[in-house]
C-alpha cells in the first residue's frame, strides 16, 4: 500500500486538479423516532470490553438464546453442528444437533449452518429453524429442525451455484412473529448476477414467511401484507431486496425497528435502520454502495433507493460489516439503552450508534473485540456474546462508563477544490502529556496535501499524527493545534473519529 509522508509547505497545485464534489444522498429517516437524548451517556464515554468464556467452536456464526429457563446459548458451527454453552458448565461436548451430512461446508469460505431462529414457543414445540447451505449445490436452505423428533424439513430452498459467496444467512423472527431470513446477492464481484434488483428471485433479499402455519402446496404462508404479493413475476416471500451480503441482521426488542448489517463491495460497508413493519424497501444495491453510486451498477429509472444510516470505508482497516443488536437489557440499561452495537470481522472495532433525535444518527467507536468476530448474540435477558471464526471463541461483553481523556474540535474550510482542517486537541485527562500520536481516518478518495504543528503520515486512508518539538508537552486542561489541507474526490467530510496515543477522543460540537 501507498505510504505517504508530508512535512512541506503548502502545494497549491495539487488542489486544482481535484475533481467537484458529488451530491451527497439525503438521509432519510427510515425508523421511528428515538427517545429523548437529554439525560443520555455521550457514546465516546462508552466502552466494550470482551472476555473469554469458552474455546474450541469450530467456525461459529450464530448465538442464539432459548427462553425455557434453562440460561443456555446454542451457538452454530459452520460444518453443521449446534453446540450448547451455558455460564455455569461451560461448554458442552456433545452438540445440540448435528446436521453435517446435509450440509455443504466445505466448497466455499462463506458456506454452512449459517443462522439460527427460535420461535417463541421453542419452550413447548421444540423447533428449531436453521439457515444452511446444502449439499450436494450450495443451494440456501430454510429448513425446520424439530428436536423432540430428530427430524429435519427443508421449507424453502434457492440455488446459488454460481459462486460460493454472499450467502446471507441471518434468520430472525419478527416483533410480528414472521420469520426473516436474509440472502446474498448470489456471490462474485460487482454483482454479476444483477440479482438484487430483480423481483423473480430470492438472491439480494431479506424475505418474510410464516412459517407457523402451511399454505398447501407450501410448507410455510406467505403473509398477506407482504408488499409483493400482488406484483406480477415477484416473489411474494420478498420483504425488502436490494442487498448484497446481508450476514447478520436483527430486531430491536422494544420498537421492533430491523438493524441490518449489509456487507459492502470494496468502498463501503453499510447499516441499514427500518422502522417496525416497514417492506418492500430498495435498499440500493448494486445501483449503490453505501451512499454512493456503485460503478456500472444496476439502477433503474424511477426507483426509491433507501439510503443507511451508517457506513464507514474498508479503506481504514475493515473488510466486512457484522451487524449486531440494539442493547436492552437491564445490567447497562442507563449507560446504553436503546443503543445498537456491531462491529468488523478485519478492524475489530465496536460501534456503537444510535438515533440522535433530530433525524440522524450518532455513533462512536468504544472499544475492540477479539478478531474474527462472525456474529453478537443475546441472552434472553439481552446480555451480549460475540463468537470469532477460526479461533472458535465465546466471549462475554461488558460495557462500561469511562470519560474520555481527549476531546477534538474540528474547524472545517473549504479551500480551493479541497478542504482545510484544523484540529484542537485538548488533554481532557489527569495526565500530562509528553509526545502523543493522534490517529484518525480519512473520507474515502481524501489525499492529505500539506499539513502544520505536525508530522503526518497518511497510510491508504489512515492517518498517523505525530507531535512537534514544541507542541509535544501537554498539560492537563492544556491544548495544541494542528491542520492539514486535503484533496478530495467527492468527500469532503471531516475525520469522524480519533484516538490520542491510543485512547479514543471525544469530539467538540
Ligand atoms: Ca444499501
Same mark, same amino acid.
Given at each position: 500500500?501507498?505510504?505517504r509522508?508530508?512535512? =512541506?509547505?503548502?502545494?497549491?497545485?495539487?488542489?486544482?486538479?481535484?475533481?467537484?464534489?458529488?451530491?451527497?444522498?439525503?438521509r432519510?429517516?427510515?425508523? +421511528?423516532?428515538?427517545a429523548?437524548?437529554?439525560?443520555?451517556?455521550?457514546?465516546?464515554s462508552?466502552?466494550?470490553?470482551?472476555?473469554?468464556?469458552?474455546?474450541?467452536?469450530?467456525?461459529?456464526?450464530?448465538?442464539?438464546?432459548?427462553?425455557?429457563?434453562?440460561?443456555?446459548?446454542?451457538?452454530?458451527?459452520?460444518?453443521?453442528?449446534?453446540?450448547?454453552?451455558?455460564?455455569? *458448565? =461451560?461448554?458442552a461436548?456433545?452438540?445440540?444437533?448435528?446436521?453435517?451430512?446435509?450440509?455443504?461446508?466445505?466448497?466455499?469460505?462463506?458456506?454452512?449452518?449459517? =443462522?439460527?431462529?427460535?420461535? +417463541?414457543?421453542?419452550?413447548?414445540?421444540?423447533?428449531?429453524?436453521?439457515?444452511?447451505?446444502?449439499l450436494?449445490?450450495g443451494?440456501?436452505?430454510?429448513?425446520?429442525?424439530?428436536?423432540?423428533?430428530?427430524?429435519?424439513e427443508?421449507?424453502?430452498?434457492?440455488?446459488?451455484?454460481?459462486?460460493?459467496?454472499?450467502?446471507?444467512?441471518?434468520?430472525?423472527?419478527?416483533?410480528?412473529?414472521?420469520?426473516?431470513w436474509?440472502?446474498?446477492?448470489?456471490g462474485?464481484?460487482?454483482?454479476?448476477?444483477?440479482?438484487?434488483?430483480?423481483?423473480?428471485?430470492?438472491?439480494?433479499?431479506?424475505?418474510?414467511?410464516? $412459517?407457523?402455519?402451511?399454505?398447501?402446496?407450501?410448507?410455510?404462508?406467505?403473509?398477506?401484507?407482504?408488499?409483493?404479493?400482488?406484483?406480477?413475476?415477484?416473489?411474494?416471500?420478498?420483504?425488502?431486496?436490494?442487498?448484497r451480503?446481508?450476514?447478520?441482521?436483527?430486531?430491536?426488542?422494544?420498537?421492533?425497528?430491523?438493524?441490518?448489517?449489509?456487507v =459492502?463491495?470494496?468502498?463501503?460497508?453499510?447499516?441499514?435502520?427500518?422502522?417496525r413493519?416497514?417492506?418492500?424497501?430498495?435498499?440500493?444495491?448494486?445501483?449503490?454502495?453505501?451512499?454512493?453510486?456503485?460503478?456500472?451498477?444496476?439502477?433503474?429509472?424511477?426507483e426509491?433507493?433507501?439510503?443507511?444510516?451508517?457506513?464507514?470505508?474498508?479503506? *481504514?482497516?475493515?473488510?466486512?460489516?457484522?451487524?449486531?443488536?440494539v442493547?436492552?437489557?437491564?445490567?447497562?440499561?442507563?449507560?446504553?439503552?436503546?443503543?445498537?452495537?456491531?462491529?468488523?470481522?478485519?478492524?475489530?472495532?465496536?460501534?456503537?450508534?444510535?438515533?440522535?433525535?433530530?433525524?440522524?444518527?450518532?455513533?462512536?467507536?468504544?472499544?475492540?473485540?477479539?478478531?474474527?468476530? *462472525?456474529?453478537?448474540?443475546?441472552? $434472553?435477558?439481552g446480555?451480549?456474546?460475540?463468537?470469532?471464526?477460526?479461533?472458535g471463541?465465546?466471549?462475554?461483553?461488558?460495557?462500561?462508563?469511562?470519560a474520555p481523556?481527549?476531546?477534538?474540535?474540528?474547524?472545517?474550510?473549504?479551500?480551493?477544490?479541497?478542504?482545510?482542517?484544523?484540529?484542537?486537541?485538548?488533554?481532557?485527562g489527569?495526565?500530562?502529556?509528553?509526545?502523543?500520536?493522534?490517529?484518525?481516518?480519512?473520507a474515502?478518495?481524501?489525499?492529505?496535501?500539506s499539513?502544520?504543528?505536525?508530522?503526518?503520515?497518511?497510510?491508504?486512508?489512515?492517518?498517523?499524527?505525530?507531535?512537534?518539538?514544541?507542541?509535544?508537552?501537554? +498539560?492537563?486542561?492544556?491544548?495544541?493545534?494542528?491542520?492539514?489541507?486535503?484533496?478530495?474526490?467527492?468527500?469532503?467530510?471531516?475525520?469522524?473519529?480519533f484516538?490520542?496515543n491510543?485512547?479514543?477522543?471525544?469530539?467538540?460540537?
Amino acid at each position: 500500500m501507498p505510504r505517504r509522508r508530508w512535512t =512541506g509547505p503548502l502545494l497549491l497545485a495539487l488542489l486544482l486538479t481535484v475533481l467537484a464534489p458529488l451530491p451527497a444522498a439525503a438521509r432519510q429517516p427510515t425508523a +421511528a423516532p428515538p427517545a429523548p437524548t437529554a439525560d443520555r451517556v455521550p457514546l465516546p464515554s462508552i466502552s466494550a470490553t470482551t472476555t473469554q468464556v469458552a474455546s474450541g467452536l469450530r467456525r461459529p456464526t450464530a448465538i442464539v438464546a432459548p427462553d425455557d429457563g434453562t440460561g443456555r446459548l446454542f451457538i452454530t458451527e459452520k460444518p453443521g453442528r449446534i453446540r450448547v454453552y451455558h455460564p455455569d *458448565t =461451560g461448554l458442552a461436548a456433545t452438540p445440540l444437533i448435528d446436521i453435517t451430512s446435509v450440509v455443504d461446508e466445505s466448497s466455499g469460505n462463506e458456506r454452512g449452518l449459517l =443462522g439460527l431462529a427460535l420461535p +417463541a414457543d421453542f419452550a413447548t414445540s421444540q423447533d428449531l429453524y436453521l439457515a444452511y447451505t446444502a449439499l450436494p449445490d450450495g443451494a440456501v436452505t430454510l429448513a425446520r429442525y424439530r428436536l423432540d423428533e430428530s427430524r429435519l424439513e427443508v421449507l424453502l430452498s434457492q440455488p446459488h451455484t454460481e459462486f460460493n459467496n454472499h450467502n446471507g444467512g441471518q434468520l430472525a423472527f419478527g416483533p410480528d412473529g414472521n420469520l426473516y431470513w436474509s440472502i446474498g446477492d448470489g456471490g462474485g464481484a460487482a454483482d454479476p448476477l444483477r440479482a438484487p434488483q430483480r423481483l423473480d428471485t430470492l438472491l439480494g433479499k431479506i424475505l418474510r414467511v410464516d $412459517v407457523r402455519r402451511a399454505c398447501a402446496p407450501l410448507p410455510y404462508c406467505v403473509p398477506a401484507d407482504n408488499p409483493f404479493v400482488n406484483t406480477p413475476g415477484a416473489r411474494p416471500e420478498i420483504w425488502h431486496y436490494g442487498l448484497r451480503n446481508p450476514w447478520r441482521f436483527s430486531f430491536d426488542s422494544v420498537d421492533g425497528s430491523m438493524w441490518i448489517g449489509d456487507v =459492502g463491495q470494496g468502498r463501503w460497508e453499510e447499516i441499514d435502520h427500518i422502522a417496525r413493519g416497514r417492506g418492500g424497501l430498495n435498499l440500493g444495491w448494486s445501483c449503490y454502495e453505501g451512499l454512493e453510486k456503485f460503478a456500472d451498477g444496476d439502477c433503474h429509472a424511477g426507483e426509491t433507493y433507501t439510503p443507511p444510516v451508517f457506513t464507514y470505508s474498508p479503506y *481504514t482497516g475493515g473488510c466486512s460489516v457484522i451487524g449486531g443488536h440494539v442493547y436492552r437489557g437491564q445490567r447497562n440499561a442507563a449507560l446504553l439503552g436503546g443503543t445498537y452495537i456491531a462491529t468488523d470481522y478485519c478492524s475489530s472495532t465496536v460501534w456503537a450508534l444510535r438515533p440522535d433525535g433530530n433525524g440522524g444518527y450518532e455513533q462512536a467507536e468504544i472499544g475492540q473485540t477479539p478478531t474474527q468476530v *462472525t456474529a453478537i448474540g443475546t441472552t $434472553v435477558e439481552g446480555e451480549f456474546y460475540m463468537v470469532n471464526d477460526l479461533p472458535g471463541g465465546l466471549h462475554r461483553v461488558s460495557f462500561a462508563q469511562e470519560a474520555p481523556t481527549c476531546r477534538v474540535d474540528r474547524t472545517v474550510e473549504r479551500w480551493g477544490t479541497g478542504t482545510k482542517v484544523e484540529l484542537t486537541v485538548t488533554n481532557t485527562g489527569t495526565t500530562a502529556l509528553n509526545g502523543w500520536t493522534l490517529k484518525f481516518p480519512l473520507a474515502l478518495g481524501q489525499t492529505v496535501v500539506s499539513d502544520w504543528n505536525t508530522d503526518l503520515t497518511q497510510l491508504s486512508n489512515t492517518i498517523t499524527a505525530t507531535n512537534a518539538s514544541y507542541n509535544a508537552a501537554v +498539560a492537563p486542561g492544556a491544548s495544541f493545534t494542528i491542520g492539514y489541507v486535503a484533496s478530495h474526490t467527492g468527500d469532503a467530510s471531516p475525520p469522524p473519529r480519533f484516538t490520542l496515543n491510543g485512547d479514543a477522543c471525544a469530539i467538540g460540537r
